[in-house]
Each structure stands twice: as structure tokens, then as C-alpha cells.
């Protein structure tokens, strides 16, 4: 079965620090993997996706995220946050051709001004 | 329209109660599902509709009743809901069940029971 991990339950950075959080999944096959963010009292909002190909992924509002296959691991990244980034960060997985969507616990960020 | 439309946004409703979410979109998307999220918890998957079918229900308790009249709609009929069952259901769609395209995730309706 699948299943994914976030080790960062609440992370608190100030802005214009540099972000990384963790995300490693458990499923030995083909694996589709998502980003998804959570605006406080809002829907969530695909950041990226990964299915194939370059494993460095760009998504919206200047993330990125990397595909270590070795490490199972699917870790978010921004250079430099902003208060506006204040949010939940959920990871997800979906292996191929499996139509359920595991997320993980999520991460709850906080920007400090 | 890229967007998955939930109706109503809030709902409070006593336990003798029976009232339906309601959840639509028009991107063509064959495969709509529904989430349950409680509070600083991940969502947790209920039910999948794959070209108007269910396909998956996740071990529901039968007073959470899906229905998909057509390819653009999605219901919850709540019918002698728990105070537990109080939380935030998100309704989602994407291309078909194959789910390499993404999945597209409605704004949700808080739902408190009484």
C-alpha cells in the first residue's frame, strides 16, 4: 500500500530564509507525486506535480521540488519565502493506475514578517 | 471553468437531519471523488466516481450516501450524522481515474452536526 511521511509537523522560518520540506513516500513501483498547499480558511491548491521525466519539478509561486528515486523522497523547496506563504503543506502520492490519493500529515508553515 | 464548485460553503444540521453536499464541474473530468478532512489532519479519501460509477468507497458508514447523476455532478446525501462527523468535505475531480493528470479540488463545505 501507499503511504507518504512529512517528518516537519510545524516549521517557522523568517522571510526571505530558504525553505526545504521533507517528503518521502513508501511504494516500490511507478508513483505519481503532488504538492498541494493550504491557505488558512481556503481550498487546496496544486502546487506541483511530478510523473515523469525531469525529476526537478517547477510549480506556482516559485517552488520547485525534487524526485530522488533512490530516497523515495519528494522534498519541496523555495529559495526565499515570504510572509505570504503562511500556510499547510500537504504531500501526496498516487502510484499508477491507482485512483486513490494518499496525502501526508502535512507541514504548517509559518513566515515570520 | 477550471474550478470544482461545492454547495453550501457552511452547513450545520441536528442528527435527525438529512441534507446533500452538492459538488459540480465542467471540465470534462470523468473521475470525481470525495474527502473528509477534520481539522490539522490530511484529507482522507471517502468515495471515487470513475465515468459516473463508484469505484472505491473507503469503508464509509452507510449514513454517508454518494451519488453521481452525471458526469458534471456530485452528491453526499447525510443522513443521521454524529457530532464526530463534523469536518470539512472536499469534493475533487480530474481527467479520469488514471490519475496522471492531476487532480482539481473544490473550496470545500464545513459541515458541523449538532
Known amino acids: 500500500a501507499q503511504s507518504v511521511s512529512q517528518h516537519n509537523h510545524h516549521v517557522i522560518l523568517s522571510e526571505a530564509a530558504s525553505l526545504e520540506l521533507g517528503c518521502n513516500y513508501s511504494?516500490?513501483?511507478?508513483?505519481?507525486l503532488f504538492w498541494y498547499v493550504q491557505y488558512p480558511g481556503q481550498h487546496l491548491q496544486l502546487l506541483l506535480k511530478?510523473?515523469?521525466?525531469?525529476?526537478l519539478v517547477k510549480g506556482i509561486k516559485g517552488f520547485e521540488a525534487e524526485f530522488i528515486k533512490s530516497k523515495f523522497s519528494f522534498n519541496l523547496r523555495k529559495p526565499s519565502v515570504q510572509w505570504s506563504d503562511t500556510a499547510e503543506y500537504f504531500c501526496?502520492?498516487?502510484?499508477?493506475?491507482?485512483?486513490?490519493?494518499?496525502f501526508g500529515t502535512g507541514t504548517r508553515l509559518t513566515i515570520i514578517p | 471553468d477550471t474550478e470544482v464548485t461545492q454547495t453550501p460553503k457552511h452547513l450545520v444540521m441536528g442528527m435527525t437531519n438529512k441534507k446533500s453536499l452538492k459538488c459540480e464541474q465542467h471540465?470534462?473530468?470523468?473521475?470525481m471523488y470525495w474527502y473528509k478532512q477534520k481539522a490539522k489532519k490530511p484529507p482522507e479519501l471517502m468515495f471515487v466516481?470513475?465515468?459516473?460509477?463508484?469505484?472505491i468507497n473507503e469503508s464509509v458508514p452507510s449514513r454517508f450516501s454518494p451519488e453521481c447523476p452525471n458526469s458534471s455532478l456530485l452528491n453526499l446525501h447525510l443522513h443521521a450524522l454524529q457530532p464526530e462527523d463534523s469536518a470539512l468535505y472536499l469534493c475533487?475531480?480530474?481527467?479520469?481515474?488514471?490519475?496522471?493528470?492531476?487532480?482539481?479540488f473544490g473550496s470545500g463545505t464545513r459541515l458541523t452536526v449538532v
Open positions: 475533487a475531480s480530474s481527467q479520469d481515474s488514471d490519475s496522471n493528470y492531476g487532480y482539481t
Open positions: 511504494y516500490g513501483g511507478t508513483v505519481n
Open positions: 511530478y510523473f515523469s521525466g525531469d525529476p
Open positions: 501526496a502520492v498516487n502510484s499508477g493506475g491507482n485512483e486513490k490519493l494518499t
Open positions: 471540465m470534462g473530468h470523468r473521475a
Open positions: 466516481y470513475s465515468y459516473e460509477k463508484l469505484s
